[in-house]
C-alpha cells in the first residue's frame, strides 16, 4: 500500500538535513575534503573533478533549487504516485523520506570520518528509523537466518527510545509482543542501528560499538553480524 508522508515535517527535515552538510563542510581544508570515510574509495569531497569548496557550491545551488521546488509543492503532490527505490508503487512523499534517509546517513559518513559528534536529531532519526525497521523481518529472517522459533527484542537509545520486537514463526515479522521471552535482546544507539543496518561499521566487532547483548551469545553475534540492509 502506497505510504503517506505529511509534506510539511519532511520538507523541513530535507532543507535541515542540507544546512546541516552545508554547515559541517563550511571551512574545511583540502586536508579535511580528502578524509576517507566508511564507504570504500569515497572521500568528504567526491565530486572529483572539483575541488571541495566547488563541490560545496554546487551542493548550495542544488539544494536551494529542490528547495524551491519543494515550497511550492502542495500535500496532493507529496501523495502523487511516484517511482522509488523501494518500488513503483509508492508515493513521491515515499521518495523524498528515502532521499532524507540518504542525506541523514552520508551526512553522519562525514561526522564519523572527521571524528565529529553526531547531530541529535530526534525529528531526522524518526524518520530515517521509518526507513529501516520494517526491514527487521528481512533481516532477522533472512539476513541473520535466525533459526524458526527465535525470539528478538532490539531496544534503541539516545534521542529517540524505541522497542522493536521480532518474532521467527515460519517467516520472520515484527510483532506487538512476543509469545514468550526473547532469545536475543540487543541494546544500542538508534545511530549506532542506522550505521549497522546501512553498513557503515562491521557488525563482528560488536563489543566495540556500544551494543549490549542478552540471551543467546551466538543469536546475538550472528544478527549483528548480519544487519546491513541496502535500500
Known amino acids: 500500500m502506497p505510504t503517506t508522508v505529511e509534506i510539511a515535517p519532511m520538507v523541513e527535515l530535507l532543507v535541515q538535513g542540507w544546512a546541516a552538510v552545508d554547515e559541517l563542510c563550511s571551512g574545511l581544508d ?37 528547495g524551491a521546488a519543494l515550497a511550492a509543492m502542495d500535500q496532493a503532490d507529496f501523495d502523487a504516485p511516484s517511482w522509488t527505490p523501494v518500488g513503483a508503487d509508492e508515493t513521491y512523499g515515499r521518495f523524498m523520506r528515502i532521499r532524507h534517509y540518504d542525506t541523514f546517513l552520508h551526512e553522519h559518513d562525514v561526522r564519523a570520518a572527521l571524528e565529529l559528534p553526531d547531530r541529535p536529531d530526534a525529528a531526522a532519526l524518526r524518520s530515517a528509523l521509518a526507513e529501516t525497521s520494517p526491514a527487521l523481518g528481512y533481516i532477522v529472517g533472512r539476513k541473520a537466518a535466525l533459526p524458526d522459533g527465535s525470539r528478538v527484542r532490539l531496544a534503541l537509545t539516545g534521542p529517540v527510545e524505541v522497542e522493536y520486537l521480532v518474532e521467527v514463526d515460519g517467516r520472520a515479522a515484527l510483532v506487538e509482543q512476543l509469545s514468550g521471552p526473547a532469545d536475543v535482546a540487543l541494546t544500542m544507539p538508534a545511530m549506532t ?4 543496518t546501512g553498513g557503515r561499521v562491521d557488525g563482528t566487532e560488536r563489543r566495540s560499538l556500544d551494543v549490549d547483548a542478552e540471551g543467546d551469545e551466538a543469536l546475538a553475534q550472528q544478527l549483528v553480524t548480519n544487519m546491513t540492509y541496502t535500500i
Request: glycine share 4%; with cysteine.
Open 193 to 196: 542501528f542506522l550505521r549497522l
Open 30 to 66: 583540502d586536508a579535511a575534503y580528502a578524509t576517507p570515510t566508511c564507504l570504500p574509495g569515497w572521500t568528504v569531497q567526491d565530486m572529483r573533478s572539483r575541488s571541495g569548496p566547488q563541490v560545496l557550491e554546487r551542493f548550495r545551488e542544488v539544494t536551494a533549487r529542490r
